[in-house]
């Protein structure tokens, strides 16, 4: 990569450059959550890595990327829904338990359980509220584990905990429901719920925990409450349902590869996908239902179709007068207009990405799996510019995108340099496959936007492509 300068504001100037530096970072990060993962497939024992606001995920194919976001979606949709398979839902598919559990090779072959653990970190006084559901703070650092056994057909929870400070309550679902206050890492009591269903239902639906909670208010009897335990129940009672709602996220999840575009569509019950194929009836019924609305988002549409060089403008042509009646998405690119399916396939597999972005009140976690396919750079480019925009106007929004390509981080960190998206909101998740696992770690920016105490191998291929190309 070439040195450049970039402006910031009207007057200060900034270098942009191309190599990675070693400085040391030490600035506070705005740090959403941590994500541990243990024996989950490519993953053993690895420490925990920071999720940012606009967090980058990056290594080389089969290395856990996808893994890591499936883990990421399960752990922010456990407290809002239960799919009946959390492990192979659309768009992620990772198979049984046998295909789930970390193998160590040699004897101590395949692992018997596994853990995800969520970590939340104290909110700073100045960290921004969401403009969606109100602040999303937490007065102290929490932390939720869940550990998965093998099940029938799935794997099945077998004991949860969430810990506050030096306070954790324990649900053990081995056997019976048990569940278990303790206070510096002495018990302080143990009940048997009444309430919640047998242990082999909660162990298949994770929706449950939330009322983990109310069973330890109701069987508190007189001698505990006459030993002051309730005042200690109620308090971890506050911060689970604070760091609760925290994570409370509504996730988009986007294939790798979009549907393929149609020359007519016909409106029917809108049932979102990852591949986008709801995309196109989302943008009619708009057009019609709401055509204000759909007037803001086509403007944004059209910006970024011109500014990433794929579209002059895009629109919805009604065939007819009825909210049932077919209609076509029409593609201009610097003379009439086209129909969607007779012009570059970069746009239609753009258009559900950019679309679902721009859907400010659907969604506020994007869990995004190489958007830059079929696209050319200068496309990729303006996704990094798109995204780093999005990010500053919601401060409390997640876009974790997997990505191969470096259009689009290297745009990120132009967005940085000229001072449009904080670096400390910025982050990559390198990860590095070694011989029986793979270990992720952070790599960060600096005010500049400089890639900061990256590993040696981090884009090692393609210094050693370079310098082979220049003979060196």
């Known amino acids: 990569m070439t040195e450049r300068r970039i402006r910031k504001g009207d007057s200060s100037r900034r270098k942009l450059p191309g190599k990675v530096s070693r400085k040391v970072r030490t600035t506070e990060k705005r740090t959403m959550f941590k994500v541990q993962l243990t024996d989950f497939r490519c993953f053993a024992d690895a420490p925990p890595v920071e999720v940012l606001p606009v967090t980058f995920l990056v290594g080389e194919n089969s290395a856990g990327k996808t893994t890591f976001l499936a883990s990421v979606r399960l752990l922010l949709e456990s407290f809002i829904r239960s799919p009946q398979n959390p492990f192979n839902r659309e768009p992620y598919y990772l198979g049984g338990f046998d295909q789930l559990a970390h193998y160590r090779g040699g004897v101590r072959g395949r692992a ?85 269903p047998p242990a082999q239902v909660i162990r298949k639906d994770l929706s449950y925990l939330r009322f983990v909670f109310d069973e330890i208010s109701f069987g508190l009897g007189p001698e505990l409450k006459a030993a002051e335990v309730e005042p200690i129940a109620g308090e971890l009672l506050s911060r689970f349902r604070e760091s609760s709602k925290f994570v409370m996220r509504r996730v988009f999840a986007s294939a790798p590869v979009r549907t393929q575009p149609l020359r007519t569509y016909t409106p029917s019950e809108i049932v979102a996908s990852a591949e986008g194929a709801h995309v196109p009836l989302e943008m009619a019924r708009q ?20 500014n990433s060089g794929l579209f002059d403008d895009i629109d919805i042509r009604m065939l007819g007068k009825r909210d049932g009646d077919p209609f076509q998405i029409m593609v201009r690119t610097g003379g009439p207009p086209m129909n969607i399916v007779d012009v570059g396939y970069g746009v239609s597999q753009a258009l559900p990405i950019i679309y679902q972005l721009e859907q400010t009140r659907q969604h506020d976690t994007f869990l995004l799996q190489q958007p830059e396919v079929h696209l050319h750079p200068r496309a990729q480019a303006e996704l990094g510019t798109l995204i780093a925009r999005l990010s500053k106007a919601r401060a409390n929004a997640l876009y974790m995108i997997e990505t191969h390509s470096d259009y689009i981080i290297d745009r990120v960190r132009m967005e940085i340099a000229a001072g449009r998206l904080d670096y400390k909101s910025v982050t990559i998740i390198f990860f590095d496959k070694l011989e029986h696992e793979v270990r ?17 191998n981090f884009r090692k291929f393609f210094l050693e492509e370079h310098q082979r190309l220049l003979g060196l």
């Open 287 to 306: 057009k019609i239902n709401s055509p204000v609305e759909w007037k803001t988002v086509h403007d944004k549409l059209a910006q970024f179709g011109k």
């Open 440 to 456: 992720a770690r952070n790599i960060y920016f600096s005010e500049e936007g400089e890639i900061l105490n990256a590993p040696d």
């Open 112 to 196: 018997k359980r596994f853990c995800f653990e969520l970590m939340i970190p104290a909110s700073p006084e100045d960290s921004p509220p969401s403009a969606l559901r109100g602040p999303r703070r937490q007065m102290t650092a929490t932390r939720h584990r869940f550990v998965f056994v093998k099940g029938s057909p799935q794997p099945e929870l077998t004991e949860y905990e969430f810990r506050a400070a030096d306070t954790s309550v324990v649900l053990n679902l081995t056997d019976k429901v048990t569940i278990k206050l303790m206070k510096d890492g002495t018990d302080i009591f143990e009940i048997k719920p009444k309430r919640l």
